[in-house]
């Protein structure tokens, strides 16, 4: 296994556990395919995927991408068309950028020589490792840090010495695990927004899979009505605007908003083999990636036209996210992504 495909393996990991077919809860309406500008964020070093992960109100994006003359994984920072390559210094096996708070505080992950993961924060270019005290510290085991608000709390996960990976929330580097009520097979704590609303994935004893929101240790499902096959919670804003991805009947991914209980897909329109959404600031413009014809995954930014293709308004950010319900479950760290041989 490549790094890079170590990296698709632990986003895919939590939702293998879903047969195939296997029906879900269905909850929220729905509006139309959504009117959004798509414009391509590639590094101009990569040999091949550019996942974009995180944006802040500035309109700063981190992803990762594999160097076409090193071959290593490296993250980066988009800033008003510049990109910026971002490697900690630990990171001999890779280095994956997947957040960025209004601070510009970047949080991600890197493997070390022995191919553990181990999360890190950026402040300025000084890189702090952030390693959950329960977390495992076999091959491929270790602790991963996914998101950040603008008060420095870490939404992140690790994976036990078992291998079950569990939720976790770190303030002022002290980290709280959270696991979701019904994850039996496993939790990861996605993102955070600055209210500390906190979304993600879990799987429960039978491996049915759902998104979630934490909302004061109140949790509900997030369950796109199209995700016959699973859904993840991947970002929040601080409206409580969630984007993720969920998988159809068919096995296709699909990029999703959710916003007051309405869902609306979000396809990038050259992803052919499938859209995923990770990030979204106040200004509602969404990060993600798209698999290609050829299955390679392709960065992207999407803006908001104003309008749905049914000529809806699209949901507008402000106010809060209602607070919340039951838990359903399911678990996937990010959805079925593209795997390579």
């Known amino acids: 296994m490549s790094i890079m495909n170590s990296r698709i393996a632990l986003k895919s990991a939590l939702m293998m556990g879903a047969a195939a077919g296997m029906m879900m809860a269905a909850g929220g309406a729905r509006a139309q395919s959504s009117g959004y500008t798509y414009t391509e964020i590639s590094d101009p070093f990569e040999v091949y995927d550019t996942p974009a992960e995180g944006i802040n109100n500035a309109g700063q994006i981190v992803g990762y991408y594999q160097n076409k003359s090193s071959g290593h994984v490296e993250g980066f920072l988009v800033n008003n068309g510049t ?59 270790g602790t991963v840090a996914n998101g950040i608000n603008g008060a420095g709390q870490i939404a992140g996960s690790y994976q036990d010495s078992s291998g079950v990976w569990h939720g976790f929330v770190d303030t002022n580097g002290t980290l709280t695990t959270n696991n979701a009520p019904l994850g039996a097979k496993g939790t990861q704590v996605e993102g955070i927004n600055d209210a500390g609303q906190i979304v993600g994935s879990y799987a429960d004893s039978s491996g049915v899979g759902h998104g979630f929101i934490d909302t004061s240790g109140t949790y509900k499902a997030i369950n796109d009505p199209l995700g016959a096959k699973g859904t993840s919670a991947n970002g929040i804003n ?57 299955g390679n995954n392709h960065g992207f930014l999407a803006t908001p036209n104003g309008t749905t293709t049914d000529g809806a308004p699209l949901p507008v950010t402000g106010g809060t996210l209602p607070g919340a319900a039951v838990l359903l479950g399911w678990l996937g760290r990010r959805i079925a992504q593209r795997r390579k041989a």
């Open 83 to 141: 990109y910026t390559n971002l490697s900690d210094p630990l990171g001999v096996f890779g280095t994956f950028s997947l957040g960025v708070n209004n601070g510009g505080q970047i949080v991600g992950w890197y493997f070390d020589s022995s191919t553990v993961r181990h999360g890190f924060i950026d402040t300025n270019g000084t890189y702090t490792t952030i390693d959950d005290p329960l977390a495992g510290t076999a091959m491929f085991q």
């Open 238 to 294: 601080d409206a409580g605007q969630i984007v993720g991805a969920y998988t159809d009947t068919s096995g296709q991914s699909h990029g999703f908003l959710e916003s007051n209980d309405t869902y609306m897909s979000l396809n990038d329109p050259l992803g052919v083999n499938g859209t995923w959404a990770q990030g979204i600031n106040n200004a509602g413009d969404i990060v993600g990636y798209y698999a290609d014809s050829s």
